[in-house]
């Protein structure tokens, strides 16, 4: 069985500090694991995909996540937020094979403050 | 590449009446196509799971006979949602997935229909 959960609902952030949401999953396989994002009333948009290879991902718009499979996590990062950054953020985990079904976490409201 | 649209983009309907959602892989084709709905402020519920000229699987506890999904061709899938109610009100997103493409299993997604059933 697989779940991921995501640690935080809301984080607040200054414009131009660093970025953290937490993700952790449980899988039975080698798990697939994505951070999306969605702007209001938007569609999800890829920011960065774990497939098996590398463990630090880096993403778009200077996001980046490392997989840790003794921490079973999956955080994502940014070193330095800005305003447009505001939006609500989804792990997902999936296995790499078979059904392709995603699970996605709850979700993390990320607010940037000016 | 990997593009999928979703047609309309927002609807509003009459209490009753149905609705059909169109979904399609533009520069792809998509052996497998998903139907998640969203509630405000919430994560997206997978309904249904359709493969090309097969049944759909839906998720337990959604209604086969109000969300009539269609998976006729490769690049579309469609999701009719029957005998509409207000509590049917939600955005709804479609995603799409090429069996074996890159090596691993992505889904790449819509931009989501908001439905509005008054």
């Known amino acids: 069985a697989q779940s991921v959960t995501q640690l935080d609902s809301h984080v607040s952030v200054s414009e131009g500090t660093p970025v953290l949401l937490r993700c952790n999953y449980s899988?039975?396989?080698?798990?697939?694991l994505f951070w999306y994002v969605q702007h209001p009333n938007k569609g999800l948009q890829l920011l960065l995909k774990?497939?098996?290879?590398?463990?630090l991902v880096k993403g778009i718009n200077g996001f980046e996540a490392e997989f840790k499979k003794s921490e079973t996590s999956f955080h994502l990062t940014k070193p330095s937020a800005h305003m447009s950054d505001a939006a609500e953020y989804f792990c997902?985990?999936?296995?790499?094979?078979?059904?392709?079904?995603?699970?996605f976490g709850t979700g993390t409201r990320l607010k940037v403050l000016a | 590449g990997a593009v999928v649209s979703q047609h309309p983009s927002w609807v509003i309907c009459k209490s009753g009446t149905s609705v059909k959602i169109e979904c399609r892989s533009l520069?792809?084709?998509?052996?497998?196509m998903f139907w998640y709905r969203q509630f405000p402020k919430q994560s997206l519920m997978l309904m249904a799971t359709?493969?090309?000229?097969?049944?759909?699987?839906?998720e337990q506890g959604v209604e086969k006979d109000k969300f009539l999904i269609n998976h006729a061709s490769l690049t579309l899938s469609t999701l009719t949602v029957t005998s509409a109610h207000p509590e049917d009100s939600s955005f709804y997103i479609c995603?799409?997935?090429?069996?074996?493409?890159?090596?691993?299993?992505?889904?790449?997604f819509g931009p989501g229909t908001r439905l509005t059933v008054l």
């Open positions: 995603s799409a997935s090429s069996s074996g493409a890159n090596g691993y299993n992505e889904q790449f």
């Open positions: 899988s039975s396989y080698s798990p697939s």
């Open positions: 774990y497939t098996s290879a590398a463990t």
């Open positions: 997902v985990v999936s296995p790499l094979t078979g059904t392709y079904k995603y699970i």
């Open positions: 520069d792809f084709q998509a052996t497998t």
């Open positions: 359709s493969n090309e000229g097969s049944k759909a699987t839906y």
